[in-house]
């Protein structure tokens, strides 16, 4: 009967998410029961099933509408962004339209419902589907007399669709104690799909639950779905894998003395970075000075602001120093701004996701993460996070998240448990001492980089944030005045210290200029006492010939013997007898 | 393929108000199909005789027209004229309540 195929063959949804919790989509040439309450989705996701078969997967559908009339479908799923005119145009769907009034039938014996599969079987021909989607079968009870026959009949067609090979689902609406009001789980065996619709804290979450799934593996697990203007999105709970790329490139946090901090480069590119503290410590500050870097190297930030506005922001940060607007009116920088109560967790996820997509940053600000906590969601919160968070690093975007933490808590404690996820986290303290508060930032960890250990005390100035200097004092670090006190003394011990080493030096150049005057003196002294004693040599040499002189002319004059005269005065003696 | 509907055309003047324009959409020749037709026949031939005139649609052949008429149940007889428009499925085998179906009888019975 069944025609052969192979085990285990799937069909596509498309619909994002669902693929993955069922192993691949829907049981091939099965009839899978997609059953909830009243507008939960069922619908809808019957008819992306089709429509995303038709667009996607080549496989032309048939939608059996058992309640909406095809112009009621059209309306409706357009504004989900289904343009079902143009399917059925290209002949990749048929929509039919099953009229059933009660009041208008008279049953009178026995009948089938062979003109429903003649009128399927036609449809089906008529395109060729694959596909086939009965929303709503169970109003045939209520529009048709004689439940037994119906069942019977019900039972047939769901034997038929198998025969056919097409892939089908059925919908139906949740019943007493039943999955379906008519017990349709009877029939449909072979798949079914749980859709929910709860209201938990005044925000209304959609969850979808694979009940059954004969001869496949598949998630087991509530997971919460959204609808919005691209159709259905199923959030897997559990992370995709471990699987993104880390760069090694780094950008700066705007802040250069924490980049100096942050082995001199600040943080990786991709990675995710925490920023909490408690109330008023600068964490949006922080925040502000990151994007306002980025959009000056000309990147793209997008600001997730969950507790004020985007006016508010730029105003308190231009307060700083800071000043966004510029980069807001180049398209640089862009706020989303919602209330977390707004929306349930699964579509402010989903509205991320599109705004990111939408805008293509290669920041994204989330100030603050745990607005979102309410009493009793921690989990879904975190499991939500860990989706932004994988969602992030898959896509190479630098995550930025500030996390308020509450007055009197640990400072490694955030709310949202999500420190294991996050790859750099910078702790921002107030210090009370000495009847003064004042802002200390730390790093409690960055994966991959030598970072500084030290507390650093920083002021938000009308320049921005400025990390000071650190003054260890004998009770820990020194902030506020107590820094400015140890900083005037140091200031004050410098001063003394160089007033001395000048006097020292000047005294050097005293003994200096005193001892060149003494050796100037002395050789002065030197210079006169030569002098003497050269003319005194000079005399006597002077005299000593003049005497020599003497006695030769008074030789002369005595006319003394020439012998004694040789012998005396020889040479002037034969010079005078030639 | 022949039908019970080809020898059953006997409307006398067609475009009488008072003509009764029925169809009768069975799927090929079923037992139920040709009880439905016999029924039909003998109750039109005992309460409208001379106004009436059966058309009887083999789905099988024209599958399209279950679709534009709305049919899910075989057989289902479908008073097109006059007005409003009734519908009875089944083999027409309780003659009192097709009389009913047809405004024959009160309802209210």
Known sequence: MIPARPPLAKSPTGIQGLDEITGGGLPSGRPTLV????????????????????????????????EETAAELSQNVASLGFDLEALIAAELLVVDHVYLERSEFEETGEFDLEGLFIRLGFAIDSIGARRVVLDMVETLFAGLPNPLIL?????RLFRWLKNKGVTAIITGERGEGLLTRAGLEEYVSDCVIVLDHRVANLVSTRRLRVAKYRGSTHGTNEYPFIIDADG?????????????????????????RLD????????????SILVSGTAGTGKTSLAGHFAAAACARGERVLYFAFEESPSQIIRNQGSVGIDLAPWVQQGLLQFQATRPSFAGLELHLT????????????????????SFITAGNETEVKAMLMRLLDFLKLSQITGFFTSLTAGGSPLDNTDAAISSLIDTWLVLLAIDAGGERNRALSILKSRGMAHSNQIREF???DQGMQLRDVYVGPGGVLTGSARLTQEAQEAELALSRRQESERSRRELEHKRATLEAQIAALRTEFALQEADALALIERHQAHATQAAQERSQMALIRHADTAAADTTDGDDTAGRQP | MTTPADDARTPPDQDSPDTWTLRLYVAG?????????????????????GRFQIEVIDLLEQPQLARGDQILAIPTLVRRLPEP?????????????????????????
């Open chain 1, 35 to 66: 059953c909830g309450d009243a507008g939960c989705g069922k619908t809808l996701l019957a008819m992306e099933f089709l429509v995303r078969g038709a667009t996607r997967f080549k496989e032309p559908g048939v939608f059996m509408a058992f």
């Open chain 1, 151 to 155: 069942r019977a009949e019900l039972r």
């Open chain 1, 232 to 256: 259905i999105t199923v959030l897997p709970v559990t992370s995709l894998g471990l699987q993104h790329i880390a760069t090694t490139q780094r950008v700066s946090t705007g802040v250069p």
């Open chain 1, 260 to 271: 100096a901090m942050l082995s001199g480069a600040g943080f990786y590119r991709g990675s």
């Open chain 1, 351 to 370: 509205t991320m996701h599109k705004a990111i997509h939408g805008f293509q940053p290669q920041i994204v600000i989330v100030d603050p993460l745990n």
């Open chain 1, 459 to 461: 002021l938000l100035t």
């Open chain 2, 29 to 49: 020749q079923t037992p139920k199909s040709i009880t439905a037709f016999d029924n039909l026949k003998r109750i039109c031939e005992e309460h409208l005789a």
């Open chain 2, 85 to 109: 428009v009734r519908k009875i499925i089944g083999d027409l085998s309780n003659t009192e309540r097709v009389l009913i179906g047809l405004d024959l009888l009160p309802r209210a019975h």
